[in-house]
T-cell receptor
Framework: QQQVKQSPQSLIVQKGGIPIINCAYE??????FPWYQQFPGKGPALLIA?????SEKKEGRFTISFNKSAKQFSLHIMDSQPGDSATYFC?????????????FGQGTILTVHP | NAGVTQTPKFQVLKTGQSMTLQCAQD?????MSWYRQDPGMGLRLIHY???????DQGEVPNGYNVSRSTTEDFPLRLLSAAPSQTSVYFC?????????????FGEGSRLTVL
């Protein structure tokens, strides 16, 4: 049972474009939504995260938009660069006694052409 | 800084063989976990631990065992390997049991079961 659905599976943009990756979740108890970035042959690394009490968070060229009523959140990459080419995973977790187990989306392979 | 170290990086097994994937972290993290990554499936939680002597099952625990005798080490045992266990395995750790903060991943162990 996939509780976090991510789309698209793959995405190709030109340098300077603004790729957008979308995620939808089912469990309203989720209260922490991170995005992870993974380069080939490496483990995922935290990129940016948001909690549901805010609608947007920016860190450099990366922005998370959050829509609590629609149970959706998305990652936008401004002025994308070839070095942003990677696999991106959205995730969600519940606090408290669930020990913050992360449920990941299926992943999006992003390619940024020079 | 070593961070999270996984061994081996690559392994080929025959069906029915057993083996142990090693994971060690040098950050004194309470929380450790094992994920498997399969194309189109994202990262799925196998087992996790919130401290020495405490382990619990994740989303896909069947066929795997874990133990946590020290804070630093969290080995994953495959009891009788099956082709369905062909995957890339990631160990990850976090400072807190709570769902805040960054999950640090190792570089992965690629397992092929023939």
């Amino acid at each position: 049972q996939q509780q976090v659905k991510q789309s698209p599976q793959s995405l190709i943009v030109q340098k300077g474009g603004i790729p957008i990756i979308n995620c939808a979740y089912e469990n309203t108890a989720f209260d922490y939504f991170p995005w992870y970035q993974q380069f080939p042959g490496k483990g995922p690394a935290l990129l940016i995260a948001i909690r549901p009490d805010v609608s947007e968070k920016k860190e450099g060229r990366f922005t998370i938009s959050f829509n609590k009523s629609a149970k959706q959140f998305s990652l936008h990459i401004m002025d994308s660069q070839p070095g942003d080419s990677a696999t991106y995973f959205c995730a969600a977790s519940i606090g408290g006694t669930s020990y913050g187990k992360l449920t990941f989306g299926q992943g999006t392979i992003l390619t940024v052409h020079p | 800084n070593a961070g999270v170290t996984q061994t081996p990086k690559f392994q080929v097994l025959k069906t029915g063989q057993s083996m142990t994937l090693q994971c060690a972290q040098d950050m004194n993290h309470e929380y450790m976990s094992w994920y498997r990554q399969d194309p189109g499936m994202g990262l799925r939680l196998i087992h996790y631990s919130v401290g020495a002597g405490i382990t619990d099952q994740g989303e896909v625990p069947n066929g795997y065992n874990v133990s946590r005798s020290t804070t630093e080490d969290f080995p994953l045992r495959l009891l009788s390997a099956a082709p369905s266990q062909t995957s890339v395995y990631f160990c990850a750790s976090r400072a807190s049991q709570r769902n805040t903060g960054e999950l640090f991943f190792g570089e992965g162990s690629r397992l092929t079961v023939l």
